[in-house]
C-alpha cells in the first residue's frame, strides 16, 4: 500500500534567480584592465606611505624547511641592521610572511605581503618550486619589485624571466661549480652513482656536477631519483652498485640525515660527495651522531664556513653579535637572503628612496647594481641573475668538535651557463632526470 | 642476488613497524568503531616524548618504556573526555579525532619546532650485523623492530585469545550490546582498549623515530600507512593488520628498489585491487 | 505574511545587495583574496554537503576532483597552447569522468568505509601528480595559466572576476537546492536514510550514488577551473592531505546538511587563514578548536548527518537491535488525510511546499 503525494512547489526563488543573473550580467559587462602574462588575476598598485619603506619577506617558517626559514629572515635584519634600519630620513618597517615550500601557499603570501601589507619591495621565496610561483607572481606586479631569497631552480630566470624579479645570489648548477673537477682530480673518483630528489632543484644540482665530472672523464654509472620527502632509504642503499668510487647525494636537510644514518646501519663503504645543502649548517649541526662518515666529504657552495677573507670574518662576526642563538655559522639561506636584502638596500639608498613611477629609478639601479659581498663581488647578467664566487669544501673538524666546510678552493665569477656561450648551453635543454648523461 | 634478499628484509621489517602502527588503530575500530585519525598524532606524539626522554636521560630503554605509557595516558583522556560522550556517532568522532589530530600536530609543531630528531640508540642495536646468508650484513635495528613486532603480535594474540579481558574484547566486535547486557562494564572495557591502542601507536613511535627520525609530517604519513593497511587486512582484525602490513611492506619496498618512481602508486594500486575484490579487507568481516 | 517571514526576505534581500556590491566599498585584496577564494572554496565545499549532507556519503575526494579538472586546464592551455574553452571542457568532462571512476570503486562501502576510501583515492592522485614529469610536472606544478578574455569580458580583472565566480556560484547553489528537490534528490535522501528500504522498493541505489557523486564532481570540478584562474597555476600543493581536510573542516564548520553553510563556512575559514597568521603562528590550533567545538557542541547541522549515517550504518553492521533515532527535529508539515513523510528536514522546512493532495492505496509504477 503506497500513498501518492503531489507536490506543489512555488517557484518564488526562480524569479529572484532570474533578478540575480540580470544584475550580474550587467555589472559584468563593466570594468576591464591589462591581462598579465604570468597567469592569475592582474591587481592595482595601492599607494604606500611616504615616510617609511616597507619591505617584505617571505621564507618558509612552517613544513619542512622551517629551521631554514628562520636563519633567512635572519639574514633580511642582519642586513637592515647595517643600514641602521632607515634609508635617508625613512625608516624600515619589515614585514614577514611564511610559506610552507608550496608554490600556492607562497603565491598567497606573496600575495598578500603586496596587496594587503602594502610592502614597496619584497624578498624571498625559500625553496625552488616556490620561486618559480613568485616570478609568475611578479609579472602581474609590474609596478614593484621582488627579489629573490635563496631559491635556486635554475629556471627561475633563465627561462622566462621576470623583467622586476632580481636574483643577487646564484642558482643550484651555479652552487655545484668546481666541485665535479675537484672530485675527479683530488679525490681521485672517477666512477660514481648519484641519488637525488626527484624534482627542479636537485635537477639543477645534478646538471651542475656532471657538466663538470663527465667533462673531466667522469662516470655517472647509475641515478637513483627518490621521490620528495622519502625517509626510507633502505632499498636505495642496497640497491647501490659496488664498483663505484662514491656517491653524489643531493638531498637536503631531513631526507640526508636519513640517508646518511641508513648507509652506515647498512655497512656502506662507498664515500660519499654533497650537493650544496646535503652537508651544510642545517645538516651539520642537527642534534646526533653522524660525524664519522660526514668527515672528508667534499661539497661546494655559495658560502664556505670558514673562509679567511676579511669580509666573510665580518659577516659571520656580525651575524653571531646579532643572534647569539643562531647557528654557529650563517647557513647558506641566511646568506642568500642578506645579500638580496643588502642589494635592495644599496639600491634604495641610491636613489634615496625614491619609489615613485612604479619604482622605476629603483629598477634602473638594481639592473646595474654591482657591488661586493662577505663572498667577493657580484654583478648581474642580462636575466637580472647573479654572477658570483663559487666555493668548493670539504668537512673538516673544529678543535672544539664541531664540523664545519673547510674552504679548499675558490671558483671565481661564475654566470648561469658555467662559462658556456649561452645558447649553447640552452641547447643541452632542460634539466631532468636523464639530462645530463655520462654512463 | 643479495640485493633481492636485502629488498625482502627491507620489506619484512617494515611491514613490522607497520604492524606496530596499525595493529592499535584497528583494534580500536574493531571493538569501538571509531576512526581514530588522531592516531598518526599519537605516533608523533610517542617519538617526540620518546626522544625527549631518551635525551633528558641518556637511556633509550627508558624512552621506549615510558613514551608509550605516556601516551596510553593521553589516550584515555581523550577518548573519556571528548568521545565518550558522543559515542555511537561515527562521523562525530571522526571528526573530533580529526579535530584533535590537527590541534595535537600544531601544538607539537610549536614545542618542537620544524626540525629532525635522531635518536641516540645503544651499540648493540646500532649498526651493521652478519647475517651469515649470502655474506650479508643488516642493519642490526631494523631486525631488532621486526623483532619486537612479532613480540607484540603474539602478546595480542595471546591477550585476544587467552585471557578473559581478550574474550571480552572479541565478544564486544561482535556483539557490543549482549556483552553489555550480560552486566560488563563495556566503558571501562572501552578505556582500555583505546589506551590500548595508543600505547601500540606510542610505541611504535618511538621504534620508528629512532629509525628514521621524528619530523613534523610524520603524523599524517603514519596514518595513511595505518588506514590502508587496515584497508587491505581488514578493519578490526588483527591477523588482518598483520597480513596487510606484511604485504605493504613488502610491495612498497620492491616497487622503491626496482620502479622507484611510481612506488607509492604501487602501493595503493593493491588498496584499490582489494577494496575492489573483496572490500572488506582480505581477513575482515563482511559490514 | 508573518513577521519573521518578513524578517527572511530582508535578510535575504540585504545578503544579495551585500554580494552584489561587494567591489565597490571593499579593497581589491578583500575582494580577491577573501571574497574570491571564499566562493570557489564554497563550491567545492557545496559539492562535499551535497554527498554528506544529502547522499550520506562523506567524501574526501571532493579537492581531488578540483585538481583534476584545474590540471587538465592547465596542461591544455599552457603545455598544449590549445584554446581556453577546450581546456575548460576537457577539465570539466576529466573531473566528471574520474568522479564516476572513484564513485564505482567506492560506493558500495558505506559510512566511514567510504571517507577512507575516498581518502585513499584522493592521496594515490597526489602522489601520482607529486610524482609525475610528463603530464602534471611533479612537485613545481603548472604555472602560467591564464583567464581568457571572452568578447569584451576581461577575466584576469579581479572585479569581472569576482562577479563571474559569484555567478556561478549563485547557479550552482540554485542548481543544488532545485535538484534535491527533484524525485532524484529526493530519491537520493530517501537512500541516504534507509537504503535497504529504497531497494526493496525498486531505486537502483548504487545506479543513484554513482550519479551524485559524479554530479558532485562536476560541481568540484568547476571550482578547479576557477581556482586555477585564480591562482594562476596548479601543483601538487594545492590538493594534498592539508587542503583535502580543509574542505572538510570548511563544510562541517558551516554546517554539513546546509548549502549556505559551504559558503559560511568557507568565509569564516579563509578569514581565519588570511588574517591569524598575522598575530600568531598557531592557526592551525584555532582551526582545530573550532571543529573540535563544532563536532561536540555546536553540532547542529552536523547533528542530523551523524544521524543519518548511523541509521545508515546500523542497519548493516552487527549493531543489531539499534533503535533508529527519530531523523527530524522538525516538526513536519502537516498535510491533510493520510500522508507520509518520504524524505527528512529539508524538505519539511521550506515553507513553500504544500502538499495538496494525498491519494492512499493507489498503484503506482516506480520510476
Known sequence: MKSRIRIVVRRRWLHKLMLLIGLLALLTACGGTSTPSGGGLSSGTPASSSNEIRIGALATLAGPFAVDGQDALRGVKLAIAEFGGKIGNKSITLVTESSDATPAVARNAARKLVQQDNVDLMIGPLSGDEGLAVRDYAKTQPGKVFLNGSSAAQDTTLRNPAPNFYRFATDGVQWMAGLGTYVYNAQGYKRVAILAEDYSFPYSQVAGFMLEFCKAGGHVVKKFWVPIGTTDYSSVVSAIPTNIDAIYVALGGSGSINFLKQYVQFGGKAKLIGGTVTVDQTVLSTKGPLYQRVLGVASASPIADNNPDSAWQQFVHAYKAMFPDGFPSPSLFAYTYYVNAKAALLALKQVNGDLSNGEARLKEVLNTLQFDTPTGPVKLDHNRQAIANNFVTVVNKQPNGTLFNKLVQVVPNVNQTLGVPEDQFLQLGEFNRDNPSCP | MSEFITVTLNGLTLGGLYFLVASGFTLVFGLMRVVNLAHGSLYLLGGYIGWSIGNATGNWVLAVILAPLGVAVVGVILQQALLRRIQGQDLREALVTIGVSIVVADLLLAQYGGQNYEYTLPDIINGPVNLGIANLTYPAYRVFILGIALVIGIGLWFLLRRTRLGMIIRAGIDDRDMVSAMGINVQMVFAIVFGLGALLAGLAGVIGGSNLSVRPGDDGLYLLYSLIVVIIGGMGSVGGAALGALLVGLVSQYGLAYIPTYSILITFALMIVVLAVRPQGLLGRRV | ?367
Open chain 3, 1 to 367: 505574511m508573518t513577521i519573521l517571514r518578513v524578517a527572511r526576505i530582508a535578510c535575504l534581500i540585504a545578503i544579495v545587495l551585500f554580494l552584489l556590491t561587494f567591489p565597490l566599498f571593499a579593497s581589491q585584496f578583500l575582494v580577491v583574496q577573501i571574497g574570491i577564494q571564499s566562493l570557489f572554496l564554497g563550491i567545492v565545499a557545496l559539492s562535499l554537503i551535497f554527498l554528506a549532507g544529502y547522499g550520506g556519503m562523506v567524501s574526501l575526494a571532493q579537492m581531488t576532483l578540483y585538481g583534476a579538472s584545474g590540471y587538465l586546464l592547465a596542461i591544455l592551455t599552457v603545455t598544449y597552447n590549445l584554446p581556453w574553452f577546450v581546456g575548460v571542457i576537457a577539465g570539466l568532462l576529466f573531473s566528471t569522468l574520474l568522479a564516476a571512476i572513484f564513485a564505482l570503486i567506492s560506493v558500495r562501502s558505506q559510512g566511514i568505509y567510504f571517507i577512507m576510501i575516498t581518502l585513499a583515492e584522493a592521496m594515490l592522485v597526489f602522489y601520482y601528480a607529486d610524482q609525475d614529469r610528463i603530464f602534471t610536472n611533479g612537485h613545481t606544478g603548472i604555472n602560467g595559466v591564464q583567464a581568457p578574455t571572452v568578447g569584451s569580458l576581461v577575466l584576469t580583472d579581479p572585479t569581472t572576476f569576482y562577479y563571474m565566480t559569484l555567478l556561478i556560484a549563485a547557479l550552482v547553489y540554485l542548481g543544488l537546492r532545485y535538484l534535491v528537490r527533484s524525485p532524484f534528490g529526493l530519491a537520493l535522501q530517501g537512500i541516504r536514510d534507509n537504503a535497504q528500504r529504497m531497494q526493496s522498493l525498486g531505486f537502483y541505489v548504487y545506479a543513484h550514488r554513482v550519479a551524485a557523486f559524479t554530479l558532485a564532481g562536476l560541481i568540484a570540478g568547476i571550482a578547479g577551473i576557477l581556482g586555477t584562474w585564480y591562482d594562476g597555476a596548479i601543483s601538487p600543493g594545492s590538493i594534498d592531505l592539508t587542503r583535502t581536510i580543509n574542505i572538510l573542516v570548511i563544510a562541517v564548520l558551516g554546517g554539513l546538511s546546509y548549502f549556505e553553510g559551504a559558503f559560511i563556512g568557507a568565509t569564516f575559514f579563509v578569514v581565519v587563514t588570511t588574517y591569524a597568521s598575522s598575530f600568531t603562528d598557531r592557526f592551525n590550533t584555532l582551526i582545530g578548536l573550532a571543529l573540535l567545538a563544532v563536532a561536540l557542541f555546536f553540532p547542529d547541522g552536523l547533528v542530523g548527518l551523524s544521524r543519518k549515517t548511523v541509521q545508515l550504518i546500523t542497519r548493516t553492521t552487527v549493531w543489531r537491535g539499534r533503535v533508529p533515532i527519530p531523523l527530524s527535529s522538525h516538526k513536519p508539515v502537516p498535510a491533510p488525510g493520510n500522508s507520509r513523510t518520504v524524505a527528512s528536514d529539508s524538505v519539511a522546512e521550506d515553507e513553500q511546499f504544500m502538499i495538496v493532495s494525498v491519494k492512499p492505496e493507489e498503484e503506482e509504477k516506480q520510476p
